[in-house]
């Protein structure tokens, strides 16, 4: 049995209208809309859809994801965290591809001491290109 925490899912971008029955059937199998819900109520001021779940297996959607990823759809998702679990942002975009990150609570992104650490204490790679 999986942990199950709360997690918001984002769908935003253009979606192409072929894909709009499956993706509509594939929420309905995630539980995330139920028999009569219109779509449409789902959608923020900004004309982005907007779900949460405060039950979501590990705080993830994975099928869902690897589905919108796979078809092009960008989304954003935020889990929260629970006992040594932290808090993680996921954001999907085409042009940039998929990036999962530490957060807070709150979405904000956080990065390790250590990482810090490691970047003072390399030396940095550039090259200069004087005039000769």
Same mark, same amino acid.
């Given at each position: 049995?999986?942990?199950?925490? $709360? ?10 209208? $072929? ?11 995630? @539980? ?7 779509? @449409?109520?789902? *959608?923020?001021?900004?004309? /982005?859809? /907007?779900?949460?779940? =405060? ?7 994975? =099928? ?30 085409? =042009?940039? @591809?998929? /990036? ?10 956080? *990065?390790?001491? =250590?990482?810090? /650490? ?15």
């Amino acid at each position: 049995m999986s942990d199950r925490y $709360h997690a918001r899912l984002e769908i935003g971008g253009p979606i192409p209208p $072929h894909i709009l029955p499956e993706l509509i059937s594939t929420l309905r199998a995630w @539980g995330l809309l139920y028999g009569s819900d219109k779509i @449409g109520s789902f *959608v923020n001021e900004q004309g /982005v859809l /907007v779900f949460q779940d =405060d039950q979501a297996p590990y705080g993830q959607f994975p =099928d869902l994801e690897d589905w919108m990823e796979k078809n092009g759809i960008e989304f954003d998702r935020h889990s929260s965290g629970w006992f040594d679990t932290p808090p993680i942002s996921r954001h999907f975009r085409r =042009d940039l @591809g998929l /990036v999962e990150r530490r957060c807070d609570e709150d979405g904000h992104a956080q *990065v390790r001491r =250590d990482e810090v /650490v490691d970047a003072l204490q390399t030396p940095p790679r550039w090259t200069t290109s004087a005039p000769r």
